[in-house]
């Protein structure tokens, strides 16, 4: 299976994906410690994929959603974006409304 086959089964394996630079318990950069805290403020059941544990996923998520940083977050299959669109849609409440369609 190559890589972006890779991504793709795993944004689909669970309605809410976050790719991150480390774990939820141990962020490995402050843009993926605000993206988890803003999912543990909406009580958001997630799978967090550690980015640099896979050089290949870490570059392949780059091309998965034509977006050049990470976190990435994805909801229902759908990339949703990275930790300032999070908060943004966190403070308008629309993503608390987003990750509650996808339970």
Do not use: H
């Not at 309605?15 to 490995?28: A, D």
């Not at 990339?79 to 849609?89: E, L, Y």
Request: charged share 15%.
């Amino acid at each position: 299976m190559d890589t972006q086959e890779l991504i793709k089964n795993q944004v689909t394996s669970s309605p809410v994906v976050l790719y991150m630079k480390g774990n939820p318990k141990f962020p490995q950069c402050g843009f993926s410690n605000l993206a988890t805290q803003i999912l543990d403020a909406c009580n958001a059941q997630y799978i967090a994929i550690d980015v640099l544990a896979d050089q290949n996923i870490r570059e392949g998520i780059k091309v998965y959603a034509n977006w050049p940083t990470i976190p990435q977050l994805y909801i229902n299959g759908e990339f949703v974006g990275g930790s300032d669109i999070m908060r943004a849609m966190f403070e308008s409440g629309e993503l608390q409304t987003l990750l509650n369609a996808a339970k």
